[in-house]
């Protein structure tokens, strides 16, 4: 039987809920980094790269781990469905 | 249609009757409920909206949305899963139709009252036990102890040898409710005052959520998914576990609601760490259930119930990240009072809780109507417009809350927070109206199921002929 799990039909599927699964599993990790390095002003929140939160736009490091996290949580998901699709398809064409 | 029966005798009520009654009522409610939330976001986002009238002040109208949402959708939407479920997983009938109908009549007429009531200013004043004692009284014996006594009288004479541990579910947090209940409007009828009455209001608000909301629409997940795939369940001992590390985890004194509040604080540390452990029954119930869709991946873009129960599930995730560690004494100095705690709200409610009991309220009325959806297209629609809907509400409402944590860790003037925050609260605004559009949609979709729905002819299920014509 054909493989129905594709990048195609699971694009957003996991695009929206695997992507959301993953920013908030970022949000907490941000967060938690932050907290846990982060007690001093805008500017020496003790991490690299950016600030904590700049006061002029209030973006910082929380937003950026929740993007990463996002992103790898919809590919890890991807790839594994479309590993699933493979079996299923298999499966069915030997009927097991 | 259904109130004929309410003075019926018992063996001449339809099986099925109350499980009809409770669905359409929860449907009825979660879209009054969103509908409400709606228009309070759109209050938040445009401030000049709706202003003049009393009863349209946003803290008039705050409260009637959350209860109308929990008791009204998701608490129905429970009964009504507990009305097929229960019956179908012990072989047998439910003990009595025609409390069931009593049970959802009384549970719409006093949720009505209650909410009008609490619109009209008539509160406790306590939030998520809102309502006053005489409308909590009705609750607890109105509608939880005959609800309580309909699923175990089920229960114990079900024609099966074990019990499958969606009732163990069912049953226990009934029992639980009823307690939380009672115990937790005490502060009212007893007129406790002070940090009492804040301690009780939160350890009712914790256990509403952690021995309600959540494990029920669990076990609702561990009935749909073996049904619908045909999948036998992965494991029931991991069901087990979850379900007692539920009971020892959850049940914790709830004071991590309240960190910075002058409770002794080896209360605190021992709410908190429990708090943490919290990540082993949500780790084997997401285990269990995605292992348990092992070889029916297929069905994840193919059929609407497995769509909105495998989401359901797969936000159980961060929302068990999210609790476990928010609460923990360095992450909530950052995100406690702020729109975090809103999205994080939302996220057990609408996203996690909601999408089990949608598939299951889908599944459910269709079996019981013996009629197929109306149209799978209106069921994609609303699929899509709830987790988008719901996506937009939950990514802008945790920034806009880190925004405001920064502006309170930071002593930011408080008015350059609120400007900040405006555009994430339009987002909000858009997110919820859309959680509300998909959902009026979905209640004319049952409406026409129930109508003009395809009849499903005996030994077949109605989603297996989703794509027969």
Known sequence: ?96 | MLLKYLFAKNEDIPAGSSTIFFGYSAIFWFVVGTGLGSFNAAKLAFPDFATGVELFAFGHMRQVHVLAVILGWISMAFAMTMMYMTPALGNTKLWSEKLGLWTAFNWNAGLSLGLILLWCGFTSGREYSDLIWPIDLVVIFGVLVPLGMNVWMTIAQRRTQGIYITNWFFGACIFFLIIVFLVGQSAELFNLTGLTEGYLTFWFAHNVLGLWITPVAAGIAYYTIPKLTGNPLYSHRIGHLHFWSIIAFYSTPASHHLLSAPLPEWLKSFASVEGVLILIPAVAFVANILLTMKGRWSMFVENVEIKFSVTGVLLAIPLNMQGGFQQTRAINWYVHGTGWIVAHAHLALLGMSSFLEIAAVYFGLQQVLRRKLYSLVLANFHFWFVIIGFCIYWISMTIAGLIQGAGKIYEVPYIDVVIAEHPYMIARWIGGTMVFTGNMVWLYNMYMTAREGTIVPKGRYAHEMAYER
């Open chain 1, 1 to 96: 039987m054909e493989n129905k799990l594709t990048f195609g039909r699971l694009f957003f599927f996991l695009l929206v809920p695997a992507f959301t699964t993953g920013m908030g599993n970022g949000s907490v990790f941000g967060a938690a980094v932050m907290c846990a390095l982060g007690r001093g002003g805008y500017g020496n929140w003790g991490g690299w790269g950016m600030e904590a939160y700049d006061p002029a736009t209030f973006s910082g490091f929380v937003n950026w781990m929740m993007i990463v996290f996002g992103i790898a949580f919809s590919v890890i998901s991807m790839l594994a469905m479309k590993k699933h699709g493979e079996i299923e398809a298999q499966r069915d064409n030997t009927a097991w």
